[in-house]
């Protein structure tokens, strides 16, 4: 059964720091890119951040680059998004996502498998 499970999301004010974890199945993800998506309300779902099954090759949306960290431990099947100075315009709910394809993309529509979402709030 395919399964991605976000979990460390909350409340933080602005200027803080969060890490979310994405828990997936090793036998159906093994050797694929996977990636952070995130919608606000009232938004459309916008790329975050991906990366490659080694993880030698990192994406990031312009928005996050440099205060966001994406990252893979594929022994523990973990998927992280560290998230540092936290803006308000980063509250969103905040989906992992897994591609059948090898190939690293920013694509929402390009990901085939995607978690159920969880909830970073950051008050000001």
């Known amino acids: 059964q395919v399964q991605l499970v976000e979990s460390g999301g909350g409340m933080v004010q602005a200027g803080g720091s969060l890490r979310l974890s994405c828990a997936f199945s090793?036998?159906?993800?093994?050797?694929?890119?996977m990636g952070w998506f995130r919608q606000a309300p009232g938004k459309d779902r916008e790329f975050v951040a991906a990366?490659?099954?080694?993880?030698?090759?990192?994406y990031y949306a312009d928005s996050v680059k440099g205060r966001f960290t994406i990252s893979r431990d594929n022994a523990d099947n973990t998927l992280y998004l560290r998230m540092n100075s936290l803006k308000p315009e980063d509250t969103a709910v905040y989906y992992c996502?897994?591609?059948?394809?090898?190939?690293?993309?920013?694509?929402?529509?390009?990901?085939?498998?995607w978690g159920q979402g969880i909830q970073v709030t950051v008050s000001s």
């Open positions: 990366i490659t099954w080694s993880g030698e090759t990192t």
């Open positions: 996502a897994a591609r059948r394809s090898m190939y690293l993309s920013g694509a929402g529509t390009e990901y085939d498998y």
């Open positions: 090793e036998r159906t993800f093994s050797g694929r890119p």
